[in-house]
């Protein structure tokens, strides 16, 4: 079956200007992540969607950074005003409720120029 | 403050010889461990995981290790292949469906 999709694949922006970064989950997943990936760095979590619930927005860095889930299903990760330090892979991840495992789309790799 | 550690940044190993990737953590209440495996231009995939109330879980070429008195874990791969050349993370949660906290990852070479 088709595993977690996110687009654009590579966006360079300038700074100041919004970015909107989309993921298409695995189908019937009901979790859905966004972690961020700075050189050198691990996985930062950002914000978690689990099914109806709020979501958890504990790791977003600044109010910069929004998400949202529509239909329990396509999440957008919209930056605004981007900032140079905002350059990194952004990951999307997807589980089905009650499982650890994580499947993983293959990012978005951003550059704030 | 750094919950799950990988203290050793790379890792160089002969093709046939085992690899072993180390992982540390702080957090007590961390009861689920997994190491993911992630090549350039790519998400992480899933590799093998383990619940606290096992010390040794094996799949294929991977085994891994926890001592939970020791906070730690650790990867075995053996025979190690080139193919095996990625870096990988290691990572814990204290329930399902919460955010998995990653270690900063270990890059594995396997030389030929």
């Known amino acids: 079956g088709a595993g977690v999709s996110q687009s654009p694949s590579n966006k360079v922006t300038e700074k100041g200007k919004d970015v909107e970064l989309r993921c298409d989950p695995i189908s019937g997943h009901t979790a859905l992540y966004w972690y961020r990936q700075s050189l050198g760095q691990g996985l930062e979590f950002l914000i978690y969607f689990q099914g109806n619930s709020a979501p958890d927005k504990s790791g977003l860095p600044s109010d910069r950074f929004s998400a949202e889930r529509t239909g329990g299903s396509v999440s957008t990760l919209t930056i605004q005003r981007t900032q140079q330090e905002d350059s990194a892979v952004y990951l999307c991840?997807?589980?089905?409720?009650?499982?650890?495992?994580?499947?993983f789309g293959p990012g978005t790799r951003l550059t704030v120029t | 403050d750094q919950q799950v550690k990988q203290n050793s940044p790379s890792l160089s190993v002969q093709e046939g010889r085992i690899s072993i990737l180390n992982c540390d953590y702080t957090?007590?209440?961390?009861?689920?461990f997994l190491w993911y495996k992630k090549y350039p231009a790519e998400g992480p995939t899933f590799l093998i995981s383990?619940?606290?109330?096992?010390d040794k879980n094996e799949d294929g070429r991977f085994t891994v290790f926890l001592n939970k008195s020791a906070k730690h874990l650790s990867l075995h791969i053996v025979p190690s292949q080139p193919g095996d050349s990625a870096v990988y993370f290691c990572a814990a949660s204290d329930s399902g469906n919460t955010p998995l906290v990653f270690g900063k990852g270990t890059r594995l070479s396997v030389i030929a």
């Open positions: 383990i619940s606290s109330i096992k």
């Open positions: 991840a997807s589980s089905l409720a009650a499982k650890y495992e994580q499947y």
């Open positions: 957090n007590s209440m961390f009861d689920y």
